[in-house]
């Protein structure tokens, strides 16, 4: 029985350790190809959005394989406590996660069309602030001092850019002063969105769904990604942004080849980040996935300074630290927690013993 116990132990450690990898890859790399898109001569900001959750297309032959059979006896008894959960709940569940998914990922859009990708990054890792904000109510996490700590310098972090002087050889946007602060604004919308998908996410497992199971997880990927790709789609053809694709795809700058490659690679590379991020808010918290998601961030700012060639200024850099020193904060808190967690869990295996 011990062995059986350290062996789900283990296996749950290494499910652990790929998806927090899938989620870091997937979001650095899927963040850079999408500013790249930008950069190079894309304009759709309605196609920024789409190609996050297009990609599940590549899911539905294993999805549709793997619901023939049952891997694991949880997975069964998942499947059969399942129909209690009502249809009209389900459907609630994964349009209200849908909703939530694409509109932040819009604004997430303009905030890469127009910010430099290291500036839009440090402000995007405002949104574990945001998870911690939106678990309190909706999943009654406790603040600690660390977790504190960490959301004040998260804060400061991205709120410090408010001050950044624009200088000639960076402009924080291609239009006007006003414009600035919209798509600032834009940035901070989504990265709440983020905040509150996550947390809403972990409430749907813990509350509603009441289930971990991997059938579960791949639910709440396909069907939240069917509702946001819709969406995206009838946005991007009621915006009239289609008409100038063709355009696009001939002025682009490093050619059709790789206009083409770019969009077919960006969806898959999105879907790492959601089999991850979704994997470790059904396994841990949404808390914990979205520090992780901010550790992606200054991997995304070094990446801009070398492939984008953007300045490391001042507040940037005080920013980054700040930003860094958030996450560890965090980091630090899950680690003493869980260690704390495992030597009760031993104290009490052994007074059972005797």
Not at 192 to 216: C, D, M, P, V
Not at 221 to 237: H, L, M, P, R
């Amino acid at each position: 029985m011990e062995q059986h116990e350290e062996e789900v132990r283990l296996l749950l450690n290494y499910q652990e350790v790929e998806e927090n990898s899938m989620e870091v890859f997937g979001q650095s790399t899927a963040t850079m190809m999408v500013k790249s898109y930008y950069d190079k001569g894309g304009n759709s900001k309605w196609m920024g959005a789409f190609l996050q959750f297009v990609g599940f297309l590549i899911l539905l032959p294993y999805y549709y394989i793997s619901s023939l059979k049952k891997a694991t006896r949880n997975d069964f008894n998942s499947n059969q406590s399942s129909s209690s959960s009502s249809t009209s709940m389900l459907a609630l569940i994964y349009v209200t996660s849908g909703l939530l998914a694409i509109l932040k990922c819009y604004f997430f859009s303009l905030g890469l069309l127009y910010l430099p990708v290291s500036t839009y990054a440090i402000i995007s890792s405002s949104q574990l602030a945001f998870t911690a904000f939106f678990s309190f109510f909706l999943n009654s996490m406790k603040f600690s001092p660390y977790i504190l700590n960490s959301l004040v310098l998260l804060t400061i972090s991205s709120t410090l850019l408010i001050f950044k002087t624009e200088t000639e050889s960076e402009h924080l946007l291609k239009e006007s002063k006003k414009n600035q602060v919209i798509v600032f604004i834009c940035t901070i919308v989504a990265s709440a969105g983020e905040g509150l998908l996550f947390s809403f996410t972990q409430f749907a497992f813990e509350k509603l769904l009441k289930r971990e199971s991997f059938s579960a997880v791949m639910n709440m990927i396909i069907y939240q990604s069917v509702v946001a790709t819709c969406i995206a789609f009838v946005g991007f053809i009621t915006s009239g942004e289609w008409k100038g694709l063709r355009n696009e795809m001939d002025e682009y700058e490093m050619g059709n080849t790789s206009y083409v490659m770019n969009l077919v690679l960006i969806p898959i590379i999105w879907q790492l980040y959601s089999i991850g991020s979704i994997g470790l808010i059904s396994e841990v918290s949404s808390l914990f996935a979205d520090a992780l998601g901010a550790l992606a961030e200054p991997i995304v700012l070094i990446m801009g300074v070398i492939f984008f060639y953007e300045t490391m200024d001042g507040i940037k850099a005080i920013s980054m630290v700040l930003a860094l020193w958030g996450f560890i904060s965090y980091v630090y808190y899950h680690y003493a927690n869980k260690t704390n967690s495992n030597a009760e869990n031993k104290y009490t295996n052994q007074e059972n013993e005797y």
